[in-house]
Structure formats: structure tokens, C-alpha cells
């Protein structure tokens, strides 16, 4: 009875298992805010990639060439392309996310 007694009124180990619990729970919730912002952050750098490249003016134009020499003559006519602006081009770099939006799915719960 009296080892019984001595168990129930033991108390050592019970405050480092909440601390520990308490850590462990921290780290967790630190954790998972901290890869939501790294997700965050890494979506945005890649829309200021995105960004950067659809800036890009790829028009061109060229007009007819044409070559002489001993054997005649070679004409090569002109060409040109107009690049039009795309969905989403106005973004600038740092700011919006050039319509990028992340979408976290909602959870089904069984009933």
C-alpha cells in the first residue's frame, strides 16, 4: 500500500512531458507557417520570372533584300511579326503574381 501511495504522489518526468509536448507543438504550428510562406514566396519569384519573359518584345521586321553578284541577282522579301500583349502582361515584377493565384483545396470530411 504504501509503494501504491508513493507512485500516485510521484510526480517527476510529468513537467518535462509538457514542456516537450508544448515544444513539439510549437515546432509543428512554426513549421507549417513557415512552408506556407516559402510556398508563398517561391509561387511570387516565379511570377516575377513569368513576368520578365512575357515583357520580352519579340517583333521583328525586315525589309526586302535583295543581292547582285556575276550570276544574277537574289531577292529575299521583307518579313515582320508584331508580338501582341498577352493575358496578364501588365503585371510588373514584385507586385501582382501575373495571375497566378494559389488555390488551397477544400477538405471532405467523411460523415
Not at 516537450?20 to 520570372?49: H, K, M, N, Y
Request: net charge negative; proline share 2%.
Amino acid at each position: 500500500m504504501k509503494t501504491i501511495r508513493q507512485l500516485w504522489q510521484d510526480e517527476t518526468g510529468v513537467i518535462a512531458t509538457t514542456d516537450l509536448l508544448f515544444i513539439a507543438t510549437l515546432l509543428v504550428i512554426g513549421t507549417i507557417v513557415g512552408l506556407t510562406s516559402v510556398r508563398d514566396q517561391v509561387v511570387q519569384e516565379l511570377a516575377d520570372v513569368a513576368v520578365g519573359i512575357g515583357s520580352l518584345n519579340q517583333s521583328y521586321s525586315y525589309g526586302t533584300i535583295t543581292v547582285t553578284f556575276a550570276g544574277g541577282t537574289f531577292t529575299a522579301p521583307g518579313s515582320s511579326f508584331a508580338d501582341a500583349t498577352d493575358d496578364c502582361d501588365e503585371g510588373e515584377a514584385g507586385g501582382t503574381s501575373a495571375c497566378i493565384s494559389i488555390a488551397v483545396a477544400a477538405s471532405h470530411e467523411s460523415p
